[in-house]
């Protein structure tokens, strides 16, 4: 059963499970995070894109969009800022308090689109340690419901201590 | 147009994107847009604790809201010239706080050709209010092969 309509149900506290998150000790690269289909809604992708100043009418204007070569609307590529949060449980590692984020990088393949079922395949890749500091390397690739590749992208992330 | 569009615009070419005015209302509704309510965005007296040898001072909005910033200005110039924004690598260099106003621009640094496509390989940066770099990356904008 995906989600959807996350914004009334969703946990914005991330202390309350924070007891049951992996710390950097327990974190095994190549070890598959948990994750759960998410349906991506038109109300999200405009709650996201107001929340970074879009107004492009890909986004926002559906018979612009349809006239344009994506056929309809669309998501802006950096939905999946979105996409990690809504597509994984609240014990996940990434919500940790205190996780710092130190970069990403990502490739886009075709858009998500309003009303796509999401899933996430994601792991921890790698772990080291800097300047004392721990980080975990992750690998994400989002899916839509077609199995097709919307973007797929890699971060590191300095641990909480 | 398109092909045009590729073969005219000359490495070192500029792009700029749109200020962006960071305030706690924005990060608070970056929070909701994204589902990111890692208290390191929400709460001052948390962040009142060192995280390894540095102490931020209070809260600080999201890295990712950087790399937002970045693919919103690189769709927009994109779209128009019927390309594709493919890829964006960045990194964090300063923590961004409330009362910072923001701006992503861009340079082309190199064009390529690949089999099918052409591509234009962009430096990005996004600048505070002091011209300080708060983050710097990559970016691969993707062009039709000439028809």
């Known amino acids: 059963m995906a989600q959807a309509d996350l914004g009334a149900d969703f946990e914005t506290d991330f202390w309350k499970d924070a007891a049951s998150r992996k710390i950097w000790d327990d974190i095994v690269p190549g070890e598959p995070r948990k994750t759960l289909p998410y349906v991506l809604t038109l109300e999200a992708i405009q709650l996201y894109c107001r929340s970074v100043g879009e107004t492009n009418p890909l986004y926002f204007d559906e018979a612009y969009a349809k006239t344009s070569r994506w056929g309809g609307l669309i998501a802006p590529p950096s939905i999946h800022i979105l996409l990690m949060f809504a597509c994984t449980p609240t014990d996940d590692w990434m919500r940790s308090p205190g996780t710092i984020n130190a970069g990403q990088s990502w490739s886009y393949n075709i858009p998500a689109r309003p009303g796509d079922t999401i899933r996430l395949e994601a792991r921890a890749l790698d772990k080291f340690i800097r300047k004392d500091r721990l980080f975990v390397v992750h690998d994400n690739v989002f899916f839509n419901q077609n199995n097709q590749v919307i973007c797929s992208g890699r971060g590191q992330t300095i641990r909480p201590m | ?147």
Not at chain 2, 10 to 34: M, N, Y
Request: net charge neutral; with cysteine; hydrophobic share 40%.
């Open chain 2, 1 to 147: 147009m398109t092909a045009k569009s590729y073969e005219t615009i000359d490495v070192g070419a500029r792009i700029d994107g749109p200020s962006f005015a960071v305030s706690r209302e924005s990060i608070r509704l970056f929070c909701d847009g994204s589902l990111d309510y890692n208290p390191l965005h929400l709460d001052d007296d948390y962040m009142k604790n060192s995280f390894g040898k540095t102490n931020f001072g209070g809260i600080i909005m999201h890295g990712m809201n950087n790399f937002g910033l970045i693919t919103r200005m690189l769709t927009d110039w994109a779209e128009p010239l019927g390309a594709t924004h493919r890829r964006l690598e960045t990194r964090w260099l300063k923590p961004v706080r409330p009362g910072d106003t923001i701006r992503p621009s861009g340079t082309i640094k190199h064009k390529t050709k690949s089999t099918k496509a052409r591509w234009m390989l962009i430096d990005v940066v996004v600048s505070n209010q002091d011209g300080m770099a708060v983050a710097v990356g990559e970016a691969l904008v993707e062009f039709p092969a000439a028809a």
